[in-house]
C-alpha cells in the first residue's frame, strides 16, 4: 500500500507545495503543477488544488474507494446532490460530508461551509461531484482561493485542467469573485457537516424541472444564445441541473407523490435524466467548436442540441398525461 500511495500522489502532485500562508499573504504561484486531469480505478477527472486535496468524479463502488485509501485520503466531500455511499466509506476508514450546490453556483454561507469543511477536516481531502469536471472543481477552485492557497486567475486554471466548460458561468463567476476570508468568518460558517442531506421533494423538483425547461427554451429560440433581455441564461448548465433533477427523484419521493403509480414513472425518468444529459453534452461541444472558430461543428451540435429538447419536451408531456393530467 505504501508503494502504490507513493505512486498516486507522485502521478497527481509531483512535487510538494510549500506550506499553506496565511489569508494575508497569497502564494506567488501555484505549487499543484500537473497539467492534466487523471482517472484512476473508479475514479475520473481527478486534478489536486493544494497538496493532499483533489477534486474528481463519484468514487464507483470499491474499486473507488480502494483508490481513495491509496491516496490516504481521510475525508470526502461530496457536492453533488445524490445521496453518498455514507457506509462504504466508512467501512474504508472515511469520513463523507454531503454540501450540496447547483451548476450555476453556490452562495456564501455554502462557500463558508466548504472552505470551513476544507480547512478543519482531516486530510487528506477529496471532494467531488457526479462527473468531476464541473461543480467539484468549482467548489474546489473557490474553496482555494478562500484559504489563500491559489489566485483566482491559478484556481481558474485548474477548472480548466478539470474540464470545466465555459457555459457553467455560474461556477466561473463563484471563482472569480473569492477572496481570501478571515479566520473569524470562516469559524461563523456551520460545523454540522453532514454525511447526507436528502433531495428536495417530488413537487419541488417538478417545479425546477419545468423553471430549467422555460429557460433552455428561450436558449433555443435565441440559437442557443443568452438573448439580450435574458442575459443571466446558461444553458448548458441548466441541461446539466435538469439531468441531476431527473437522476435525483428518489423512491420516497416517489411514493409520496400524487401519481397513479409511482413506481412506473422510474423509467421515464431514468430515461430523461440519459437525454438531458446528451443534451448537456451537446452544448458543451457546440460551445467547445464555437471558442475555436468552428461554425460548421456548433451548428450541428445545436441542432442535436434542439431536437434533444425537442424529444424531452415530448417524453414528459407523454409522462405527465399518463401519470398527472
Known sequence: MNVLLSMLVSALVPQSPPPAPTPQSPPASPAVVVAAARDLPGLHNVVAFHEGFWSGSVPEGDAGFASLQALGVRTVISVDGAVPDVDRAKAAGMRYVHLPIGYDGFDDARKAELVRAVRDLPKP??????????????????????LGWMSNEQAAARMKV?????????????????APMAAAVIDAASGAFPEVTRPDSFVASMVAIDEAFDRLKLAEKAGWQAPKDHPDLAPVADAGKLADLFRLIDDESLKRCDATDASAMKPWLARNASAAADLERSLERAGAARAKGDAESAAREHAAATAGLAALAA???????KHRD
Open 162 to 178: 478539470s474540464g470545466t466548460a465555459p457555459g457553467y458561468r455560474g461556477l466561473w463567476a463563484c471563482t472569480a469573485k473569492a
Open 125 to 146: 481531502l477529496y471532494m467531488h461531484c457526479h462527473h468531476g469536471k464541473h461543480r467539484s472543481a468549482g467548489a474546489a477552485a473557490a474553496v482555494a482561493v478562500s
Open 315 to 321: 417524453d414528459c408531456k407523454a409522462c405527465h398525461a
